[in-house]
């Protein structure tokens, strides 16, 4: 008995000086990774806000004589930022839309009427989505070579080089993971709800429109906010599936500025710093939807 | 004595009941409900996005198998002449000089991302998981790397890493001909960028982490506490125990994540000198560089193997137990 009450007591009456004590550790040690972390970001703003001459007559680590926005014009200009910025948004608002469209429709499917299939081919979904792309890249090049696109979509009658080859494949990607998110989260809408409105006879087209998609709604907005991150984020497909350099997207495209393109240190920190705005200030201005996004998919177990 | 050690030992076992697995089946009567228009439009739902998933992804599986045992170079139409049984295979493990260079950098950046930059994020959210001012804040700043691409985050430490960046400045070196080249340099420049990976991967580990912390009954710790156990016992006794779901997602995460790693690398010097991965080279030998179609889909093979291992225990963990 008394080796249960001893330090059950302790856990009690723990002086108040000690917890104040832990609490100062505590915040010392976040504040401290805080700052390591945060620490690349401000530096690449500090580099963008000082003039090449300064850094090199003083060194990197200096007390800066001039700060201004210059660089950040010149990146802006020269590197033509603002036609890549556009080519996103070409691949991402349709890509995150017609992504969540479909995926919501399996998702309903996958998660109220138990066919046989339905685990198979989600597993065939979430599979996919896992699948690192270079695994697949050399046949879907192929593939994308050999298809033939209307001249209103593609400028040289293929699928490859196209935005719509872009957007086809982010879609076919991202579809998987959005998928297994939505069935998990429609799995908690009472089953009631659907079946019921079934049962009134509304067609199950009907039930999906108007019972499903509202009641998703947060799992929906929460996914368009992470989809449009990754989509934005997308590096390797438009690399590869994208021979016109001017076509690529915003990430792609930094491809492009790499080796000589910039010879000034500090107009390619004013770059960078300006392409890691967007998604940093989606993930600020909506980090709820961010993190629910996230977590959606892994927390069920 | 028994009251002691009782909570502890049960608490692993409380997530694994209950859950999805408890609602009851009745698969047949829900399709009488629908009508033949019904049927039509759940066909049309799952069959396009299907045949897309199908065609865009599992054909172009099957067939790196294929073209694997091929010397293809896409130039004239394949035919039985191309076939060349396993000699990819050979040339890969035997002569081809970058094939083992690529798997060490595979492996030590699984190792670096599960042995340090994943510890470091459950630390962080163990640490952030109580009341305390601030949490949210401190969250936010170890998740802004998260957002970022691994192309931007290999831009952003260029600044860090270049000869006129802030190490060398730091350590001394102004002059270009004394500086450290610590993205050229074939011995250091994997070690660079891995920390910048592993910057990126401490926020989403801590993310996730924090997401399931959240979802461990707190009657559980209180338990424990009362039963004298102190904040470290709760953890690994108790905490870490509870949250094994969620261990296997990050362990699975982190394992992909290290076997997809090609932005950054590529970013940097297009996964040569030092930097060669599993991804790149497949790029590199069969599009970008070479048209090596055959060899290059010897080299997605050995990674597509590798990756079923997480996919696997992925969807085994996720779904097996699980009624759809």
Redesign the interface.
């Known amino acids: 008995m008394s080796e249960i009450a001893t330090p059950a007591v302790q856990v009690s009456v723990a002086p108040a000086g000690r917890i104040r004590w832990q609490r100062v550790v505590l915040h010392s040690v976040l504040i401290s990774f805080s700052l390591v972390w945060l620490f690349p970001i401000l530096w690449t703003l500090f580099s963008a806000l000082r003039p090449y001459g300064d850094v090199i007559a003083d060194g990197a680590v200096s007390w800066p004589a001039h700060l201004s926005l210059d660089n950040f014009a010149t990146a802006w200009t020269v590197a033509s930022l603002p036609k890549y910025f556009v080519n996103t948004l070409i691949v991402a608002i349709p890509a995150v839309l017609i992504t969540l469209w479909v995926s919501s429709m399996l998702a309903y499917v996958f998660a109220r009427f138990s066919f046989r299939l339905n685990l198979f081919l989600l597993m065939m979904f979430t599979a996919g989505n896992l699948l690192p792309p270079q695994v697949i890249i050399v046949p879907l090049y192929r593939i994308y070579l050999a298809l033939p696109l209307s001249r209103l979509l593609s400028d040289n009658g293929l699928v490859y080089d196209s935005y719509f080859g872009i957007i086809l494949i982010h879609i076919v990607f991202q579809t998987g993971f959005c998928t297994f998110v939505l069935s998990n989260y429609m799995k908690t809408i009472s089953r009631e709800l659907t079946e019921a409105a079934l049962v009134d006879g509304a067609s199950l087209w009907t039930t999906y429109r108007r019972v499903i998609l509202p009641l998703a709604r947060p799992a929906l907005a929460a996914l368009a906010t992470l989809l449009f991150t990754f989509i934005y984020n997308d590096f390797f497909w438009a690399l590869i599936l994208m021979k016109t350099g001017d076509k690529r997207p915003i990430t792609s495209a930094l491809n492009n500025f790499q080796g000589s393109f910039f010879t000034d240190q500090n107009v390619l920190a004013a770059m960078s710093f300006i392409v890691a705005l967007p998604t940093i200030l989606v993930y600020l201005v909506l980090s709820k939807q961010f993190v629910r996004g996230l977590t959606l998919g892994s927390t069920k177990g | ?1 028994l ?2 050690t009782e909570p502890l030992d049960a608490a692993p076992l409380e ?1 694994q009941t209950g ?2 697995a408890a ?1 009851p ?1 009745r ?1 047949r009567s ?2 009488s ?3 033949r ?3 039509t ?2 066909a049309l ?2 069959g ?3 045949f ?10 099957i ?2 198998i294929g ?1 694997s045992f091929t010397n293809w170079r ?1 130039i004239t139409p394949l035919t039985d002449q191309n076939l060349v049984g396993l000699k990819n295979y050979v040339t890969l493990f035997t002569t081809y000089p970058f094939f083992w260079p690529a798997v060490i950098h595979n492996v030590l950046w699984l190792v670096v991302f599960v042995f340090i930059a994943t510890p470091i994020g459950i630390f ?1 959210a163990v ?2 998981d109580r009341e ?1 001012r ?1 949490t949210r ?2 969250q ?6 998260v ?6 985050v290999g ?6 890493y ?1 000869s ?3 190490l ?3 350590l001394g070196h ?1 002059s270009s001909s004394t500086a450290i080249d610590f993205l050229g340099n074939a011995n250091l420049n994997i070690w660079a960028v891995l920390v ?1 990976a592993s ?1 990126r991967h ?3 580990v801590m ?2 982490y924090l ?2 912390l959240k ?1 461990v009954d707190p009657t559980l710790r209180e338990a424990a ?5 102190n904040a470290r016992q709760i953890f690994f006794r108790v905490v870490f125990p509870v949250m ?3 261990n296997i ?2 362990v699975v ?1 982190t394992v ?1 994540e290290s ?2 790693a ?2 950054i690398a ?2 940097i010097n297009r996964g040569k000198n030092g930097l060669e991965l ?3 080279l ?2 590199n030998n ?3 560089e070479a048209n090596l ?1 055959g060899f ?2 010897a080299i ?1 093979v050995v ?2 193997l590798v ?1 079923l291992v ?2 696997v225990t ?2 085994v ?3 097996g137990r ?3």
Do not use: H
Not at chain 2, 155 to 160: A, G
């Open positions: 004595m009251g002691e997530p859950g999805a609602i089946r698969g829900r399709y409900i629908l009508t228009r019904d049927k439009v759940m739902m799952v396009v996005p299907t897309l998933c199908v065609t865009l992804i599992w054909l172009p599986t067939a790196s073209l896409g962080l640490l952030l305390m601030g804040i401190y936010s700043v170890f998740f802004v790397p957002v970022l691409s691994l192309a931007i831009f952003i430490w260029e600044q860090i270049t006129q960046g802030f060398n400045s730091v102004t910048a910057w401490v926020g989403y993310v996730l997401a399931g979802s506490a009362i039963d004298g156990a094994r779901p969620i997602v990050v995460i992909i076997l997809r090609f932005d590529y970013i599993l991804s790149i497949i790029t069969s599009i970008s179609l290059g889909s997605a990674l597509l990756s997480p996919i992925f969807l963990r996720t779904m699980d009624t759809v």
